[in-house]
């Protein structure tokens, strides 16, 4: 498990590791291991669970800003701009529509970046982070987007046949045939 929990903003990810015992084609016994990973990033009540889109629009809005802010650091009265939004609105009239914004501001002649949460227009949480805040932020979140895993997902041929009672290739007495591999000699361009 991963937990990162600063200034109301959470990074949580989970492996839950699933055990699958079966016959293999020539009567073994085997076990294969499923991993279920969950991912989800909380900014109070704005969740961001497991999705690329936004984990990346997120940890590339960071990243600008901390190439602006080393960039400016140095440079008296300059301006980082910078003001992205996300917006998740729910179909449910019970749920009102939350807007996370990432916005640079300067303050005594420091950079910090505001984020901020707006439940139905009105603010629901705020924090300011300076460079090394954010960098913390951007490995949390980066370290989140890299457990990311593709879903195993059970194709159609499969579903029919268990739903019809046949038995699948690993659980059959005759082995699978695989395709012969198939080499390319030539390229045309």
Known sequence: ??????KGIKVEATVEMEQHDYVDAG??????FEKNIKVGVRFWKFLVDGNLTELAFIKSTLN????????????????????????????SHFVNPLSLGFMARQKNKKHYLEISLLENGNPAGEVYLDGPEVLMLDIAIGKAISLLAPKMIESEEEKGKEESGEKSGAESSEPKKIPPIQYITSFDC
């Open 1 to 6: 498990m991963i937990e990162y929990d600063y």
């Open 27 to 32: 009567g073994h016994c085997r076990v294969r």
């Open 64 to 91: 600008y800003f901390m190439q602006c802010y080393w960039k400016r650091t140095s440079k008296e009265g300059s301006r980082i701009e910078l003001m992205k939004t996300i917006h998740h609105s729910h179909k």
